[in-house]
């Protein structure tokens, strides 16, 4: 892997080489044609007059190549060149001149002007003078009356490329006057332009690029290979001495100028802080002056800078600077402050970012010491370790052979003749001691290379298990954990392996830079070799990828520049490396080099605008990228680019934004309101709000009910709940709720502002949910659907109101529904919401074809109100189900009339709900109109002998569905939706065949409810004896007349003090033999028989009567909403049973049970309200 790696290094070396070797040569061969060119100029070889005639001198050939010379471009130059060569322009020079000098060059055009200039010098000998005065009137306005009214703009472009063409002119010999360029300086340096300030920044600008590229005539040092070109031009040292006399006094007197307008621009400061002091504010004339002379002050600032950086100068130095950027307009008078711009602005947005990019973790405390030591200390060890080892061994052989000497001086008795045999033994056993020496050392050599081998692979594994960790580290902690790790494996290949690792980042994951930063961060406190080399290579990296100019591996590109800024940020990467980088994006400011520049001024560019070092380069870097920003014609992608680059690096001054102001009592109730209420504590909040002093914090409250947008858009239920909570203790604050609620949605829909669209949602969802708890009825609910469709049509502002690709009505409509539509699902409700979906229908297939979100919110709304309800595709499908709908409206309200007058005629007695039919036809004859019904479906109207059903206790709202079935048209008699037609028409002849079917039903129903009667009857407690029937039929005086006696004549028997009854006759069954006798006996009244008994008749004559005194209350009502006279207001009582007026309640037409109400509970903590269904 590492020589594989040393191959491509050098072949990146090797590539570079060649690049700069290749740039150098065309260096170097550009300045050999210009020097070539020069020669030639200066030297012409002319043809002559006969060569001249023999070519094209027509006038029209010569016409249209003066025209080509207005339009010299670096494409057209050899055509151009040929043309010329093929024509003959001796008489035409004038014209070819004048040409020519109305040219408008960029600057890429400048050297095929030369060329072409070049050509016609060598061929005809006037055209050069003729030149040189033609580019010289540029420079002499007064000379030229056309050019009096021409744009300052344009004119200083012109004198800017034609100050440029001169001088390359100049230095390939067309011209070779110096002293057109002493008057040229002369008059740009002139005291008399300093009075006009766009004049001084014109010439500002043009001598800072003459500075730039005529340094040999200002005797400035010159490098690389121009300088033996520049010196042979022969611009004497007597001009140069001149032309720098012109600039450096020209500059003084810049300087000058400078100070005095920074210190008008200090008293202008401290005039505007005296009057923001007295008065608050600042005025806008004053603010726009201000900013005036700031702009003008900065400008000419920035421009004197780039004329000292070209001379070679440092720029003038002002003194500090206490002013403040105040803006015009209203910003200005709300600033209320002045900001002092010489406080430094911190370099970091929080503490957080502050710690991830300066708190790095210090490996010494979790590290040994030797294992952050670099190659050297790891080698030492080695090399200790072997020495010591070398000298265990000889200790250990001089022992071995200490034992020899021992072992002879033991055998020293020996006899002498043993001697020689003796020494021959000691040098056999040597011999094998020696051997076995060697074999024990190679084998201990063999168990230490396993040994290293197997820690090796250890090593190996547990560095690539690290490395495949190196990913997953997207905290502080993890990659802190991962570095203090790879310390413990610290080698040089490991380092090369790591330094390859975080380089080849997946440039998709961008979100690694910074961690990876940080880790390169933390090692570069030991170890210096890991940050050079990633450094160094990045750099490689960004130089290839930008000499190759292709518009590929943007991501690439992007990651590079983000791991660079990333790497600046934590001081690793030095600053001048990121200006180098960024200057060369701004040099060829193109197509993927603006994605750069951005991506690394988004990187690290706030990071060096706020550090006092490089604040001043980076603000002109700014100011460059705008410059060129405006100047190119950038598509609106990489236009958002720039300025999202630019202001997040240098944000656009702003004044503080101030809260307001609020007494303690109304941040109270936000607090209630916007914070604690949830629903575990509603009932809390609900006794807080019932505490407060109501009469002054009423409308403040109704002010934060209305801002239910504000909230979570899941608790707008809560705040219709505690509504219905206060409503119970204060009539008049349900009904302005309600009101509000109306009014904002009518308004909403008035304005119909983007801006305010969660505001309208959210208020829809309020009215369903207020309607949810029996604040509204439910004709305010399809009042306001039917508004929210029509509102706006017809008129002349439809197309503001409600265009055709807006969408939002729709919306609105299902949020309504979705909240309470669930409720109209039997009775007149029913049929109401059936119409209207119809007509829905048709909204919608008017607006074309809906967004997907939209028709799939309309498919769960069909599916959960109306799951088999048609759903029409086209415009004509649901103009026909209209339209059979009205028909059959028409005659429903036909067929009510006829119903109405038929039992006026055949049953002129019978009575409905306490009201004769005779009440619902009006004056003239007409029908009532049919209007909406008033929540209850068909109401619970008492019809035919039914009895109402109540709740226990609670009058649950709502009667059984035998209303809605009846009548499934919903124009019954009990109906609500008595209003909707008025229709004048004579009595319809029944038809024979239904009125038998009629009659056939209606004996049945009898029938079975005679039946149903005598199940009751027999189901009565049994008796010992039958009781005769006569005693029932009979008993119907006596019943109502019961604890009375009568006298002889007839007369009531009463006591003559208190005027009570003294007995009371009741009648015994008693039985003789088979035959059943009744007989009247005598009880005395106080008996407790009596007493009882009387008890239990008047409990059950009370109850009788507070049943038809709500019926008929509830008929009453009904009654004055048919005719128009009921408000919705009246009716309104606080709670959820809103009074004896609705104690039935509009339960018959939702899903079969009541909607929410309260139910008051009463405990030791106050009183609370909890809803139920």
């Given at each position: 892997m590492d020589h594989h790696q040393e191959e491509e290094s050098n072949r990146e070396k090797q590539d570079d080489e060649k690049e700069a070797l290749a740039r150098l040569e065309e260096i170097k061969k550009s300045i050999e044609a210009k020097m070539a060119l020069r020669q030639n100029n200066l030297n012409p070889e002319r043809p002559d007059s006969a060569y001249l005639r023999t070519l094209d001198s027509s006038i029209k050939r010569n016409t249209a190549v003066i025209k080509k010379l207005k339009q010299i471009n670096e494409e057209q130059r050899e055509g151009l060149m040929d043309d010329l060569r093929s024509v003959n322009l001796s008489k035409f020079v004038s014209e070819a001149v004048t040409a020519i000098c109305e040219a408008k060059l960029k600057s890429s055009d400048i050297q095929a002007a030369v060329q072409i200039c070049s050509l016609l010098h060598q061929r005809y000998k006037e055209f050069s003078p003729s030149l040189t005065q033609g580019l010289l009137k540029v420079f002499l306005p007064g000379k030229s009356a056309e050019d009096v009214d021409a744009d300052r703009n344009s004119k200083a472009m012109k004198k800017r490329s034609t100050l440029k063409l001169l001088l390359e002119l100049y230095y390939v010999g067309v011209i070779e006057d110096s002293n057109i360029f002493i008057s040229i300086i002369k008059d740009l340096t002139s005291a008399e332009h300093m009075k006009d300030r766009d004049t001084t920044q014109t010439n500002l600008t043009l001598l800072a690029g003459f500075a730039r590229q005529g340094r040999v005539f200002l005797g400035l040092p010159i490098s690389g290979q121009d300088e033996d070109f520049f010196k042979g031009l022969g611009v004497t040292a007597e001009q140069k001495k001149n032309f720098k006399k012109a600039f450096n006094t020209y500059y003084d007197a810049l300087a000058e100028l400078l100070q005095s307008e920074h210190k008008s621009l200090q008293q202008m400061e401290k005039e505007n802080a005296k009057l923001v002091n007295a008065k608050g504010e600042l005025s806008e004339d004053s603010a726009s002056s201000y900013e005036k002379l700031r702009k003008s002050y900065d400008h000419l600032y920035r421009n004197i800078s780039s004329l000292a950086e070209a001379l070679d100068m440092q720029p003038p130095i002002m003194p500090e600077d206490g002013t403040t950027r105040l803006t015009a307009g209203d910003e200005a008078s709300s600033s209320g402050a002045v900001k002092d711009t010489s406080v430094p602005e911190p370099v970091w947005d929080d503490e957080e970012t502050k710690t991830f990019y300066e708190c790095l973790p210090d490996l010494r405390a979790f590290v040994p010491a030797v294992l952050l030591g670099e190659v050297e200390p790891a080698r030492t060890k080695n090399k200790s370790s072997e020495s010591s080892s070398e000298v265990v061994e000889s200790q250990q052989t001089a022992e071995d052979t200490t034992e020899f000497p021992a072992d002879s001086g033991n055998m020293a008795d020996v006899s002498i003749t043993e001697q020689p045999k003796e020494k021959d033994d000691v040098d056999k056993?040597?011999?094998?001691?020696?051997?076995?020496?060697?074999?024990?050392?190679?084998?201990?050599?063999?168990?230490?290379?396993?040994?290293?081998?197997?820690?090796?692979?250890?090593?190996?594994?547990?560095?690539?298990?690290?490395?495949?960790?190196?990913?997953?580290?997207?905290?502080?902690?993890?990659?802190?954990?991962?570095?203090?790790?790879?310390?413990?494996?610290?080698?040089?290949?490991?380092?090369?392996?790591?330094?390859?690792?975080?380089?080849?980042?997946?440039?998709?994951?961008?979100?690694?830079?910074?961690?990876?930063?940080?880790?390169?961060?933390?090692?570069?406190?030991?170890?210096?070799?890991?940050?050079?080399?990633?450094?160094?290579?990045?750099?490689?990296?960004?130089?290839?990828?930008?000499?190759?100019?292709?518009?590929?591996?943007?991501?690439?590109?992007?990651?590079?520049?983000?791991?660079?800024?990333?790497?600046?940020?934590?001081?690793?990467?030095?600053?001048?490396?990121?200006?180098?980088?960024?200057?060369?994006?701004?040099?060829?400011?193109?197509?993927?080099?603006?994605?750069?520049?951005?991506?690394?001024?988004?990187?690290?560019?706030?990071?060096?605008?706020?550090?006092?070092?490089?604040?001043?380069?980076?603000?002109?870097?700014?100011?460059?990228?705008?410059?060129?920003?405006?100047?190119?014609?950038?598509?609106?992608?990489?236009?958002?680019?720039?300025?999202?680059?630019?202001?997040?690096?240098?944000?656009?001054?702003?004044?503080?934004?101030?809260?307001?102001?609020?007494?303690?009592?109304?941040?109270?109730?936000?607090?209630?309101?916007?914070?604690?209420?949830?629903?575990?504590?509603?009932?809390?909040?609900?006794?807080?709000?019932?505490?407060?002093?109501?009469?002054?914090?009423?409308?403040?409250?109704?002010?934060?009910?209305?801002?239910?947008?504000?909230?979570?858009?899941?608790?707008?239920?809560?705040?219709?709940?505690?509504?219905?909570?206060?409503?119970?203790?204060?009539?008049?604050?349900?009904?302005a709720i309600v009101d509000e609620v109306l009014e904002e949605i009518r308004v909403?829909?008035?304005?119909?502002?983007?801006?305010?669209?969660?505001?309208?949602?959210?208020?829809?969802?309020?009215?369903?949910?207020?309607?949810?708890?029996?604040?509204?009825?439910?004709?305010?609910?399809?009042?306001?659907?039917?508004?929210?469709?029509?509102?706006?049509?017809?008129?002349?502002?439809?197309?503001?109101?409600?265009?055709?690709?807006?969408?939002?009505r729709v919306r609105m409509v299902i949020i309504l529904l979705e909240t309470c539509g669930h409720y109209f699902d039997r009775g007149s409700s029913k049929k109401r919401l059936d119409q209207f979906l119809v007509h829905f229908q048709r909204y919608t297939l008017s607006k074309g074809h809906l967004p997907l979100d939209i028709e799939f919110d309309l498919q769960d709304l069909f599916a959960n109100l109306r799951p088999n309800m048609t759903r029409y595709t086209t415009i004509d499908e649901i103009n026909a189900a209209i339209l059979q709908l009205e028909e059959r409206e028409h005659a429903s309200a036909a067929d009510k009339v006829s119903v109405e007058r038929h039992s006026d005629t055949k049953r002129p007695g019978m009575f409905l709900n306490g009201k004769s039919n005779e009440k619902n036809i009006g004056e003239n004859g007409e029908a009532p109109k049919e209007e909406s019904d008033s929540d209850s479906g068909s109401g619970s109207a008492v019809r035919d002998g039914q009895n109402e059903e109540l709740d226990d206790g609670n009058h649950e709202r709502g009667s059984d569905s035998d209303d809605g079935d009846d009548y499934e048209d919903g124009v019954g008699p009990g109906s609500d939706d008595d209003n909707e037609f008025?229709?004048?028409?004579?009595?319809?002849?029944?038809?024979?065949?239904?009125?038998?079917?009629?009659?056939?039903?209606?004996?049945?129903?009898?029938?079975?409810?005679?039946?149903?009667?005598?199940?009751?009857?027999?189901?009565?407690?049994?008796?010992?004896?039958?009781?005769?029937?006569?005693?029932?039929?009979?008993?119907?005086?006596?019943?109502?007349?019961?604890?009375?006696?009568?006298?002889?004549?007839?007369?009531?028997?009463?006591?003559?003090?208190?005027?009570?009854?003294?007995?009371?006759?009741?009648?015994?069954?008693?039985?003789?033999?088979?035959?059943?006798?009744?007989?009247?006996?005598?009880?005395?009244?106080?008996?407790?028989?009596?007493?009882?008994?009387?008890?239990?008749?008047?409990?059950?004559?009370?109850?009788?009567?507070?049943?038809?005194?709500?019926?008929?209350?509830?008929?009453?009502?009904?009654?004055?909403?048919?005719?128009?006279?009921?408000?919705?207001?009246?009716?309104?009582?606080?709670?959820?049973s809103r009074g004896n007026t609705r104690s039935t309640g509009e339960g018959s037409g939702k899903g079969g049970g009541s909607r929410h109400r309260f139910v008051y509970h009463q405990g030791g903590g106050g009183s609370y309200y909890s809803r139920r269904k």
């Open positions: 056993e040597k011999a094998k001691g020696a051997k076995k020496e060697k074999g024990k050392e190679k084998d201990s050599d063999k168990k230490l290379e396993n040994e290293k081998e197997k820690g090796k692979s250890l090593d190996v594994a547990n560095f690539e298990r690290l490395l495949q960790r190196l990913p997953g580290c997207v905290s502080r902690d993890l990659i802190d954990q991962l570095t203090v790790e790879y310390c413990y494996l610290n080698s040089k290949t490991n380092r090369k392996k790591l330094v390859k690792a975080l380089f080849n980042v997946p440039r998709t994951s961008l979100e690694l830079l910074a961690y990876y930063s940080r880790m390169i961060a933390t090692l570069a406190t030991c170890m210096k070799d890991i940050p050079s080399t990633l450094v160094q290579m990045l750099e490689e990296e960004f130089n290839y990828l930008v000499h190759k100019k292709d518009q590929m591996n943007i991501e690439s590109k992007i990651r590079n520049i983000r791991f660079i800024g990333e790497l600046c940020k934590f001081k690793i990467v030095p600053s001048g490396l990121v200006f180098s980088c960024l200057k060369a994006c701004l040099d060829d400011f193109t197509h993927h080099n603006i994605d750069v520049a951005c991506n690394l001024l988004e990187t690290c560019g706030r990071f060096l605008y706020r550090s006092p070092e490089t604040t001043l380069r980076m603000t002109n870097m700014l100011d460059i990228l705008m410059r060129l920003k405006n100047v190119k014609n950038l598509d609106p992608r990489q236009s958002t680019l720039v300025e999202n680059a630019y202001y997040l690096c240098k944000p656009p001054e702003r004044s503080a934004r101030i809260s307001k102001a609020r007494p303690p009592l109304h941040q109270y109730i936000r607090k209630l309101l916007f914070s604690d209420l949830d629903k575990d504590s509603i009932t809390n909040v609900l006794k807080q709000l019932r505490k407060l002093p109501w009469s002054e914090c009423e409308q403040y409250i109704l002010k934060c009910f209305m801002k239910v947008h504000k909230g979570k858009y899941g608790q707008i239920h809560l705040i219709a709940s505690l509504t219905s909570g206060l409503s119970r203790h204060h009539e008049e604050f349900a009904v909403g829909l008035e304005l119909n502002e983007y801006g305010a669209q969660q505001k309208r949602l959210a208020h829809m969802r309020f009215l369903g949910e207020l309607y949810n708890y029996e604040h509204v009825d439910s004709s305010v609910i399809f009042e306001t659907l039917y508004l929210t469709l029509s509102y706006g049509h017809g008129t002349s502002e439809q197309e503001v109101l409600d265009p055709p690709e807006d969408f939002f008025r229709v004048r028409q004579k009595v319809v002849t029944v038809d024979p065949e239904e009125q038998a079917d009629f009659d056939q039903e209606l004996k049945a129903l009898l029938q079975e409810s005679i039946e149903q009667r005598k199940l009751e009857l027999r189901g009565r407690p049994a008796l010992n004896m039958t009781i005769p029937m006569s005693v029932f039929e009979g008993s119907g005086k006596d019943h109502h007349h019961f604890g009375r006696v009568t006298g002889d004549n007839g007369e009531e028997v009463v006591d003559e003090e208190n005027g009570e009854p003294r007995e009371v006759q009741v009648k015994v069954l008693v039985k003789r033999g088979n035959k059943q006798q009744t007989k009247q006996m005598l009880i005395p009244s106080d008996c407790s028989l009596v007493q009882s008994t009387k008890q239990k008749e008047a409990a059950d004559l009370e109850e009788k009567q507070d049943i038809k005194r709500l019926v008929l209350e509830y008929n009453e009502r009904d009654e004055e909403e048919a005719n128009g006279l009921g408000t919705q207001a009246s009716n309104w009582i606080p709670g959820g």
